[in-house]
């Protein structure tokens, strides 16, 4: 089990385990009887994730510059027609949820 500022990682498999515990949590080695190696943690894992997050990042910077970049009546038909959505699917849900509310607590008479 190597451990590295209190994080454990598995030797067989590199999975993060809890420091105390006797076996790995992914594929069931048992840690309990190995010594501590001088194994750093896997790297690879790591820098998938930043390389993914930092794609995100750079692909919400380009969406946002890209927007910024349109003439300003398209700008406001954008808006617009997102508000005016917005405004109908919020409208249509308090209509529903004030029909069913009326059906449960003001039942028709029969």
Known sequence: MTEESGIAYCPECGAKVPENAKFCVKCGHNLGTQEPKTQSAPVTEVQTEVTAVSEVAQDTRTAVDNFYNWPN???????????????????RISYVVSFVLGFIFFKPKK
């Open 73 to 91: 009546w398209l700008k406001f038909f954008v808006t617009l027609a997102i508000a005016s959505f917005l405004s109908i699917f919020i409208g």
